[in-house]
């Protein structure tokens, strides 16, 4: 079966070459950072595709019709693509798990650091000629609501135990093993000091942070955001960072990516931004790409 990566830019392009080996199979490696309308024509009649972060709609991807298997760089392809759809029309959805379990985590802990001490705000400031420093928040003995106990969730509780926070934790299913309380929603977020959002996005936890559990947040709560944008009420969450409860999000995932410059939430001063970069670093990369071929020689 004909493969092709669709999407490896300049960042992966190296990582690739890190991880191909000479008796993997042949995969065709498109350079080029979203396909976007052209996916009919990068397709063409390849058989399986390795997708980084470009969109596949259903009315395009229906215009390529030996496509058989996707191969999606993370958990998040319901994100991308539909995957009903596609596999109402034969398409295979390949995710892949556990690849970048601490370095998601490790950045949750970075944009919580950060918006507790308006580090962003601050660096551009002080760029701009401005100097004002800005009252923190301390994390040592707050409390921390991890909503999503699952590999990255799970690493997010083992730091935050470490430098002295409590930490709480939501589950959808039961955890016998879980590495700290598990409560109930409205009761995490009652107690949080900072939620993280660690949910996988699916049809039943879109808009899980809705309005009305948004507005039932500790006031001065700090949230940070790095498993998927839709998973949040994005009107709700701007509105509660303009007039509370939230002091400040840290938010590597949104609605629609690339976030335009002109976005609300690029506009309000109480906001962290990071590109989706979470999961970015050598060694998550490496072990992502590497279980995509892997992948890919299962089914050719």
């Not at 390795?50 to 969109?55: A, L, V």
Request: proline share 5%; net charge neutral.
């Amino acid at each position: 079966m004909k493969a092709i990566f669709l999407d490896c830019n300049d960042q992966l392009a190296p990582v690739w070459a890190k991880v191909i080996r000479p008796d993997d199979p042949p995969i065709t490696v498109n350079r080029t950072d979203r396909v976007g309308d052209e996916l009919p024509r990068v397709l063409g009649d390849y058989e399986i595709a390795i997708d980084d972060h470009s969109y596949m709609p259903t009315e395009l991807v229906a215009q390529c019709p030996k496509l058989k298997h996707i191969v999606f760089l993370g958990t998040g392809a319901a994100s991308y693509m539909n995957i009903a759809e596609l596999k109402g029309r034969g398409i295979a959805v390949h995710t892949i798990k556990g690849y970048g379990d601490t370095a998601v985590a490790e950045h949750t802990i970075a944009l919580m650091f950060a918006a507790a001490r308006d580090v962003a705000r601050m660096d551009r400031e002080v760029r701009a000629g401005v100097w004002t420093p800005q009252e923190g928040v301390q994390l040592l003995g707050k409390t921390l609501g991890v909503i999503g106990l699952g590999g990255i969730g799970s690493e997010v509780a083992r730091i935050a135990k470490g430098i002295g926070m409590e930490v709480i934790a939501y589950n959808r299913t039961s955890r016998p093993d879980a590495p700290c309380p598990l409560v109930d929603i409205d009761t995490l977020l009652q107690r949080a000091d900072v939620v993280s959002m660690n949910l996988t996005l699916n049809d039943e936890t879109r808009g899980f942070l809705s309005k009305e559990r948004i507005a039932h947040m500790k006031p001065g709560v700090l949230l940070v955001n790095t498993a998927r944008g839709a998973l949040v009420d994005e009107a709700a969450l701007i509105a509660a960072l303009q007039s509370g409860p939230i002091r400040h999000a840290g938010l590597d995932v949104f609605h629609a990516e690339p976030l335009k410059a002109d976005h609300p939430l690029a506009k309000l001063t109480n906001v962290t931004l990071t590109a989706h970069a979470a999961f970015r670093t050598l060694e998550a990369s490496m072990t992502l790409l590497r279980r995509a071929i892997d992948i890919v020689k299962t089914i050719t």
